[in-house]
């Protein structure tokens, strides 16, 4: 079996991948259930002064009503006075730029409102990442040295609108007194995803109570934006970068959560965008949470929301007064973009780690960003798998003249096992012989398995976090970066799904007859001991055929074209390049050439005779 390793350990990889899946797909079948959102999409307020007035509240009061005003003292203690102001009532205040509409509430000075105003959702609606303020939460909780606790989400703001030139300047200030206030600062500048947000007080030495822990809560669920709802869940996590550089995330497990110190920015990211809390100072340390709340995977077209995210950071007084300077990023999970930053933000796009990383960063990026400016994204896709799988092919050639020499050299082999079947050191050591004799080794055709095996998973990292294939179409597949259909069944298969899609099935037919190709000899010669390689070359197609159903188009497009391209260039080298004959006589050239031994050679040789001669001696 040995002239096999190479397609054995591929077919290996495939396999651990494969089964990675069924357990992700498994852990989202066990999600909880969440009530359906009834909602409807809202008109954005365009103009910023302009602002729409809901409910009232009870800490909201009339300054002329003394009752209620002691009443509001007894409840807020000095914060009453925000509680008198015009402001205190459920108004909200749009401020925009080409890219982003925010609109933020008085109650809780914070977002409640993110459109990205450049991209919709599969079904083509406005893409909200926070919606109607029911799906995230922005809360510092403090103490006050009158002895009260507050939650700022509970209290109003009063807005304010400038211009520090070009950029829109929303000041939100949570007041003690005209002088005194905590104030959130946003500023908004055209065209960008990233906002400055400060989080500033004056004048509250002698309000806030330093001895009681202040704590930032921020939450979030994560609206459905993907058409395979089950598949976006796949790649929404919490991340977060933290001591100087280093960055982590909590994974897909149906309940997690963390803590680490340090900590620099926070990342609720879903698969194709991304919610992002930056800061100047690092925070001394903070705790991440991450919960499903998607529905059953078999019920996927009725989820809504898939993860909800939390994150608690203690804030620490400076002087007696907060002052963090921060960013807020609502916009794409898009390398380039958040590479642009330079905080680091990269690592937000799962390209995979360490080589698998670095080669998508530095040679498929940039390399696909350059075929897919003059080329449809979906001929970018099959120009990049040629090229690729051309580069590779002296690679393949070697592993497939490796895989010749064993062949010609196999009815050799098997008379050596049939005449030392009994002695399993003297097999081993004739064996070796052989092959020292003859220039061959098993070991030439698994190196070059291994030399593809970065790219191969690299690739696998790259198309389902390549932006660039949202909603792009190619051939039947109206959307790259989703599965496509070619069919939708009135039931649902487990691990399978409701639809049929194309590109998973020509992926699994190329990859079945590669696998006949390169499996027929060790089939036909089955080692003891080994995998059944007739049940791996049912195994694998069929693997890819389920799991990849619901997968990114692009990938299995990929796959296709790249099993289709290795069988041509495995045709070729066959038929044309390769000579068995001439194989055959360098071999047995080779044979009668004295072969000089290394030390490792001489040293191994001996060890083997001695335990050939042990052996003897203890039979006699």
């Not at 007894?74 to 006075?81: N, P, R, V």
């Not at 004295?594 to 335990?611: D, H, L, S, T, V």
């Amino acid at each position: 079996m040995e002239e096999k390793k190479f397609d054995f350990n591929s077919i290996i990889g495939f396999v651990l991948i494969a089964g990675i899946l069924t357990w992700m797909m498994y852990n989202n079948a066990s999600q909880e259930e969440v009530d359906a959102e009834k909602a409807q999409q809202e008109q954005v307020v365009t103009d910023s002064e302009k602002a729409t007035t809901t409910k009232t509240t009870t800490l909201s009061v009339n300054p002329q009503d003394s009752l209620a005003l002691e009443k509001a003292k007894s409840q807020l203690g000095a914060f009453a006075y925000s509680a008198a102001l015009p402001s205190a009532k459920d108004q909200f205040t749009t401020v925009e730029n080409d890219v982003l509409s925010l609109k933020i509430n008085n109650k809780g000075g914070y977002i409640s409102e993110a459109i990205l105003k450049k991209f919709e959702t599969y079904d083509a609606k406005p893409l909200y990442l926070i919606k109607d303020g029911k799906n995230a939460s922005f809360n510092i909780n403090l103490g006050t040295t009158d002895n009260h606790v507050l939650n700022t989400k509970d209290l109003f703001f009063e807005p304010q609108v400038s211009k520090n030139g070009e950029n829109t300047v929303l000041s939100m200030k949570l007041k003690v007194s005209a002088n005194q206030f905590l104030e959130y600062r946003y500023e908004l500048k055209p065209n960008d995803y990233m906002i400055d947000f400060a989080i500033r007080s004056q004048g509250l030495q002698n309000v806030i109570n330093s001895s009681h822990p202040i704590n930032l809560n921020w939450e979030l669920e994560a609206i459905r934006q993907a058409k395979s709802a089950s598949y976006e869940n796949r790649y929404t996590e919490v991340l977060f970068e933290y001591e100087g550089g280093k960055d982590d995330y909590l994974g897909q497990r149906e309940f997690t959560e963390d803590t680490a110190e340090d900590v620099t920015w926070v990342a609720f990211k879903q698969h194709f965008f991304t919610s992002i809390l930056l800061t100047d100072t690092a925070f001394k340390n903070a705790s991440f949470t991450s919960k499903n709340i998607a529905q059953a995977i078999d019920e996927d077209k009725d989820i809504t929301t898939t993860k909800a995210f939390t994150t608690t950071i203690p804030l620490e007084l400076t002087g007696g007064e907060l002052n963090y300077a921060m960013d807020w990023y609502y916009g794409p999970t898009d390398y380039k973009i958040l590479n642009s930053y330079d905080r680091n933000l990269d690592e937000v796009v799962p390209l995979g780690w360490g080589i698998f990383g670095w080669i998508n960063r530095y040679v498929f990026i940039p390399f696909f960003a350059f075929l897919s400016g003059f080329l449809p994204y979906g001929l970018a896709i099959v120009v990049m798998t040629i090229i690729v799988r051309i580069v590779l092919s002296p690679v393949t050639y070697k592993s497939y003249v490796s895989q010749a020499k064993m062949k010609v050299l196999r009815p050799e082999i098997n008379e050596i096992n049939e005449k030392y079947k009994d002695n399993a050191m003297k097999k081993q050591q004739e064996t070796m012989a052989l092959y020292s004799k003859a220039g061959a080794s098993p070991m030439s055709g698994c190196l070059p398995a291994l030399m593809q095996i970065p790219v191969f998973y690299a690739l696998f990292n790259f198309f389902p976090s390549a932006f660039q294939l949202r909603q792009k179409s190619f051939l039947w597949a109206e959307d790259l970066s989703s599965y496509d259909t070619i069919a939708e069944l009135p039931f649902t298969i487990p691990f399978y799904g409701d639809h049929i899609s194309l590109f998973p099935i020509l992926a699994s037919i190329a990859i079945f007859i590669y696998m006949t190709m390169t499996t027929g000899q060790a089939m036909q010669n089955p080692q003891p001991g080994m995998p059944n390689m007739k049940f791996m070359m049912y195994l694998s197609p069929i693997m890819m055929l389920f799991f990849f159903n619901n997968y990114a188009s692009g990938l299995s497009l990929y796959y296709f074209i790249s099993n289709l391209i290795t069988i041509g260039i495995m045709l070729v080298i066959k038929y044309v390049i390769i000579d068995e004959d001439k194989i055959h006589a360098k071999i047995q050239e080779n044979k009668k050439k004295p072969k000089k031994e290394n030390k490792f050679q001489r040293k191994m040789k001996e060890m083997m005779e001695q335990a050939e001669a042990q052996r003897r001696a203890n039979q006699k």
